[in-house]
């Protein structure tokens, strides 16, 4: 599948990502800071969801867990496909797709192609699409 990144790498990444928020926000906590970061982003434009494309279902699942109203559909399969080991791992995986992806793609963008040969893949959540802002419910 496209867009996997090696965890290796990912955990490299992680050790760093924690060690700048250790040194600028010494109380914070990685998952809770990181998770009100991307909801942030949200907040701002709620179809950004789409520009995480295959992680969002994964990451997804991290925000509801941290108790944000982003609903309960899922996409299991490619959520497991595109998950790390840990929240830690899922979030910064997502983070990187979604930094290297939207400036590519706009969130007009519901489309990726995730394997060869294969047709795009159509990330549409529900949850997020009918409902003008984040901080709307879900009904």
Do not use: C
């Amino acid at each position: 599948m496209y867009y996997q990144f090696d965890k290796n790498e990912i955990n490299e990444k992680l050790v760093e990502i924690k060690a700048s928020l250790a040194e600028n926000k010494p109380d914070a906590e990685f998952v809770e800071f990181s998770t009100s970061v991307i909801y942030q982003r949200l907040k701002k434009n709620i179809l950004h969801y789409r520009q995480y494309g295959p992680y969002w279902w994964a990451l997804k699942d991290v925000l509801r867990r941290q108790n944000y109203n982003v609903g309960n559909e899922t996409d299991s399969r490619i959520e497991q496909a595109y998950q790390g080991d840990n929240d830690e791992q899922t979030i910064v995986m997502a983070d990187l797709f979604y930094m290297n992806e939207a400036p590519r793609h706009t969130v007009d963008n519901m489309d990726w192609l995730l394997e060869k040969n294969q047709s795009d893949y159509r990330l549409f959540d529900e949850d997020m699409e009918m409902r003008p802002s984040i901080t709307d419910r879900i009904f």
